[in-house]
């Protein structure tokens, strides 16, 4: 256990020199906006633009950084170490979604570790204009954190309700939410996945191979079909009851 803690210490250390570098010099990959138009979310410039390939640590937790990110394109992971040393997929950050935000107006560092789920687009803000300007627009500070409220709310009623439910149906209603997420982006169906077994195992959170057998009882009934690190949804009412617990067994 003491090494783990050391190895993620470690990761922690050089994301933050990643996110550091990202906001304050000119390395390959990153992009400066140098154009006069402003982010239509925010009204003051944006920091820095950086791309992330998928599977990259984007921030550790335990970070502290006076800036907050926008997802841009792509999606990030949010996750958690559990006592037992699995990893807990907190949250999926779409596009369009916020990291850091919350941290940024307490001046707390990161709790969670993210990480880019595909490759992505984040957009970088600078903290203290964040703060100036929730402390001089009630309305504006109102929008953010109605959105961080809304976050909150929605994992509440997601943990709740995943307390009492089968594995299956746990399944069903997670593939259900990210094929939600993925139909934020038009050009995307939201019937074809880019997620890991792993991935999905840590987002439920349960064991890869209890995930594994309810998959493959999901492809036999034709619900789900997948490659490695794909799931292509099929039948999306059969797989719309099994999230109620219809013809759970």
Do not use: W
Not at 30 to 58: N, Q, T
Not at 65 to 86: I, K, N, Y
Request: one cysteine or more.
């Amino acid at each position: 256990m003491d090494g783990a803690i050391s190895t993620r210490d470690n990761r922690t250390r050089r994301s933050a020199a990643r996110i550091s570098e990202a906001v304050t010099c000119g390395s390959a990959g990153i992009v400066y906006d140098g154009r006069a138009d402003l982010d239509h979310e925010f009204p003051f410039y944006r920091s820095s633009v950086r791309k992330f390939r998928r599977g990259e640590i984007i921030a550790g937790a335990g970070v502290v950084l006076d800036v907050f990110a926008r997802v841009q394109r792509g999606m990030v992971s949010a996750s958690t170490p559990l006592a037992d040393g699995r990893e807990f997929i907190v949250e999926i950050v779409p596009k369009g979604g916020l990291i850091g935000e919350l941290e940024v107006l307490r001046k707390q560092s990161l709790s969670l570790e993210y990480r880019a789920s595909s490759d992505c687009e984040l957009h970088y803000f600078d903290g203290r204009l964040l703060r100036d300007l929730c402390a001089n627009d009630p309305q504006f500070q109102v929008k953010i954190l109605s959105k961080a409220l809304a976050r909150v709310s929605e994992l509440e009623l997601r943990i709740i309700s995943n307390a009492g439910s089968s594995l299956r149906q746990r399944l069903a209603r997670t593939l259900l939410r990210l094929s939600a997420l993925y139909r934020m982006d038009a050009q995307n169906s939201g019937d074809e996945l880019i997620i890991s077994q792993h991935e999905l195992a840590a987002t439920l959170p349960a064991s890869r191979e209890k995930v594994n057998q309810c998959l493959r009882r999901l492809r036999e009934s034709k619900v789900v079909d997948g490659t490695q690190g794909k799931i292509r949804i099929l039948n999306r009412k059969a797989l719309e009851a099994y999230a109620e617990g219809a013809g759970l067994g």
